[in-house]
């Protein structure tokens, strides 16, 4: 996998004692955090004065409900800086207290104080009020967390994995094994609306016709919503179903397809099933395929995370992870690395010029165990199929 920030594993004698050493002097929010030492072939990189180091701003909830959070992808973020081995770059921690002003007073000071790039911050509210300080201050580019598309573009790239990014994913790996003919059941909420729209355009990108489509009510049944879908469907029937369902609604619909078609379509779900560990209980959800990030890429990140802070990070954390080495970039060449494929903590990952990043998602099967199958590694973002 091509790419400057490709996760180096721990270097040999460089584990959680010499890395927790290190930060005690990195972790005071209202402080710089500076790059722990990598120790390369048993020599130390330098560590250059502050002057001569870039600045990545980091946005995150050091206080208020979420400060457990925020804490743990505070150490993805300086994980990744120890694994990229850049003495060079700093970070800069800046507490936004979960609020959209505390996002937008915490952009503004990042960069008063520097900050040539902005990892964060955590929620919908906070990345809308940063990204508006950010693109009207000092030209600095943000890597936020979200995966609201809608805050794409001008300076600020989306990581957060979207559903759209899902829907076009799981239903290449569909039409690949050769389904034609396609349905979506889903609540009429945003998730609903951004899974058809992606589905529609993979869609219409492969020459297929467009799905049948039913959004219920957020509070609607999915059953009746399942049995709706298959009238509409007609005699023809479909051949995969993409359900934006979990937990009791997701089996609910299953149960309702796997009896309302004379042969039942395959049935497609989102990365929301890696840990819905309930569904696999469901006979209807047998073999049911969905995409998640690479489980190899996830091991070795939480392999590290645990090395050096003694437990297992949060999902989320892997955001933080990426942005900041993404972040790392931007600061020290001017600019994001557009357009390059690389490996991120949750797998291959690419930054698209429209703000938006591409990840290559790999596809599991629910199985009897209740431990999802792998059924296709994850592909190089931007490849056939991915």
């Known amino acids: 996998m091509p790419g400057p920030f490709h996760p180096m594993a721990t270097p040999r004698g460089v584990g959680r004692r010499r890395l927790l050493a290190a930060l005690p ?37 050091l206080s208020g409900p979420n400060r ?15 694994d990229q081995g850049d003495p060079g770059i700093e970070l800069l921690p800046r507490d936004t207290g979960g609020t959209a002003a505390g996002a937008a007073e915490a952009a503004r000071a990042a960069m008063a104080q520097g900050a040539r790039a902005i990892a964060g911050p955590l929620t919908l509210t906070e990345t809308a009020a940063a990204a508006q300080a950010v693109r009207s201050g000092r030209g600095a580019s943000m890597l936020a967390f979200t995966n609201d598309a809608s805050q794409a573009g001008g300076g600020v790239w989306v990581l957060g994995l979207t559903p759209a990014e899902q829907a076009e994913r799981i239903t290449a790996a569909a039409a690949n094994a050769g389904a034609r003919r396609f349905g979506l059941l889903a609540p009429a909420d945003e998730l609903g609306r951004r899974l058809a729209t992606g589905m529609q355009t993979r869609l219409s990108a492969l020459g297929l016709p467009p799905p049948v489509t039913v959004l219920r009510p957020p509070r609607g049944d999915a059953a009746g919503a399942a049995r709706e879908l298959a009238a509409q469907a007609g ?12 937990g009791a609604s997701a089996k609910a619909a299953a149960a309702a397809l796997a009896s309302a078609f004379p042969t039942p379509p395959r049935l497609l779900g989102t990365s929301l099933w890696i840990s819905d560990t309930g569904l696999a209980g469901e006979p209807a959800l047998a073999e049911a395929w969905f995409p998640a990030p690479d ?17 297992r990070p949060p999902r ?9 080495a993404l972040a790392g970039r931007a600061a020290r060449f001017g600019a994001p690395p ?21 990840r290559g998602l790999a596809i599991f099967a629910l199985d009897a165990s209740g431990q999802p199958r792998l059924v296709q590694p994850a592909p190089v973002p931007g490849a056939a199929g991915s």
């Open 235 to 246: 005699p023809e029937g479909l051949d995969a179903v993409l359900l934006g369902e979990t």
């Open 25 to 61: 002097l990195l972790l005071p929010a209202a402080a710089c955090v500076s790059q722990p030492p990598a120790r390369l072939g048993g020599i130390p990189a330098p560590v250059l004065p502050s002057a001569q180091r870039e600045k990545v701003g980091l946005l995150l909830p």
């Open 338 to 358: 557009v357009g390059e494929a690389m490996m991120g903590a949750d797998g291959p990952i690419r930054l698209l010029p429209g703000g938006m990043a591409q």
């Open 316 to 324: 989320i954390a892997a955001v933080a992870y990426d942005a900041a």
């Open 295 to 311: 489980p190899a890429a996830r091991a070795g990140f939480e392999s590290r995370y645990m090395t050096a802070f003694g437990e």
């Open 68 to 82: 457990q959070l925020g804490q743990a992808m505070l150490n993805a973020a300086q994980l990744a800086l120890f």
